[in-house]
C-alpha cells in the first residue's frame, strides 16, 4: 500500500475497533480480530485498500451501533453496497442473502474471506448444535459457489484434517495425531531497511520510534514472551534495523500478526517508513 492507503486503512481498522468496542467471538477473543484475519486475507489474496477496509467494516451495520453516514467517511458508493449485502437484515433468507452477495464481486470476495476465517475458528469449537448448524448452512450455500479454497477447507474438516479440529470430531479421525500438534516456543525475526528518501537524523527519529512501538508491546500479547529491537547495527550491516522475538507458539504468532496492538504499530510506525522486510520464523528447538 502506498503510505496515503496505509493512513486510510489505520483511520479504518481504529473504527472499526472503537464501534466493536469490547465485543466477545463465540470463542471469547476480541471481536475485533476476526475483521482485521478478513482483511489480512484480501490483501494476502492481492485485493486493493478499498476491500480490506470493507473487510473490516462488513460487520458493522449488522452488530454494532455503526451507521451508513458514519461508514460514508472511509467507503465510496461500491464498498457501501457491499457492506450492505453482507448484511443480514431481521427476517432475512439465506437463499435470497447469499445470491445478492454472490451478484457483487467486492461482496462475494470479503464473505469469502469471512467464511474461511469462520471455518478455521469453528475447529476449535465445542458446541455440536452449533458445528453441525454451521456445517449444513456451509454446504448449502457456500461449497461450490464461492471458492477452491473454501470448498477444500470444508471438505477437510468434514473428515478431520485440519490443526485444531473440533475434538467432538476427533471419533472420525483414524490417528488423532493429524489434529493436534505439540505446541513448541518459536522466534520472529524481522529485518528492515528504510526509504533513501530520508536522512540519518529521521532515520534516527523513525527507529527510535520502531523501537518504542514493538518494544512497548510487551505484556499486551498473550504468548509473547520477549521482544526487543536492535537498532544499533555495525557498518558491515545492509538493514537499518532488526526485530528479535520469542513467542510461546506458532498460535501465539499468529495472534500477534493480528492482535489490534500490533497492527496499529506495524501501520503508523514501521510500514510507512520501510522500504524492504525480510522475515525469519522457526521453532526453537530443546
Not at 87 to 109: C, D, R
Request: net charge negative; hydrophobic share 35%.
Amino acid at each position: 500500500m502506498t503510505e496515503s492507503e496505509t493512513l486510510r486503512y489505520a483511520r479504518a481498522l481504529s473504527f472499526a475497533a472503537e464501534k466493536h468496542g469490547e465485543q466477545r467471538r463465540r470463542n471469547e477473543t476480541p471481536y475485533i480480530l476476526h475483521p482485521i484475519k478478513v482483511a489480512m486475507k484480501l490483501a494476502d489474496e492481492g485485493y486493493d485498500v478499498r476491500y480490506q477496509i470493507v473487510g473490516l467494516f462488513h460487520d458493522l451495520l449488522e452488530d454494532t451501533d455503526a451507521t451508513e453516514t458514519e461508514l460514508r467517511e472511509f467507503c465510496d458508493d461500491e464498498m457501501i453496497e457491499a457492506i450492505k449485502r453482507l448484511t443480514k437484515e431481521k427476517g432475512y433468507k439465506e437463499e435470497v442473502y447469499i445470491n445478492g452477495v454472490l451478484n457483487h464481486p467486492m461482496a462475494k470476495a470479503v464473505k469469502n474471506a469471512d467464511r474461511i476465517d469462520n471455518l478455521y475458528d469453528l475447529c476449535n469449537q465445542d458446541d455440536e448444535r452449533f458445528w453441525n448448524k454451521y456445517m449444513t448452512e456451509t454446504q448449502d450455500f457456500f461449497y461450490g459457489r464461492f471458492s477452491k479454497e473454501l470448498d477444500d477447507l470444508f471438505d477437510r474438516m468434514k473428515f478431520g484434517n485440519v490443526i485444531g479440529f473440533n475434538p467432538i470430531y476427533e471419533h472420525m479421525i483414524d490417528d488423532e495425531n493429524d489434529c493436534k500438534k505439540e505446541s513448541k516456543m518459536v522466534k520472529h525475526v524481522i529485518l528492515w531497511t528504510l526509504k533513501d528518501e530520508f536522512n540519518q537524523e529521521e532515520k534516527d527519529n523513525i527507529k527510535a520510534g520502531i523501537k518504542e512501538g514493538l518494544e512497548g508491546l510487551m505484556g499486551q500479547i498473550p504468548g509473547l514472551l520477549e521482544i526487543k529491537v536492535n537498532t544499533n547495527g555495525l557498518a558491515s550491516s545492509n538493514a537499518d534495523l532488526m526485530l528479535d522475538s520469542t513467542f510461546e507458539s506458532e498460535e501465539a504468532l499468529k495472534g500477534y500478526a493480528v492482535h489490534p496492538a500490533h497492527v496499529a504499530v506495524a501501520d503508523g510506525k514501521v510500514r510507512p517508513y520501510t522500504a524492504s522486510r525480510v522475515c525469519l520464523d522457526y521453532e526453537v528447538s530443546e
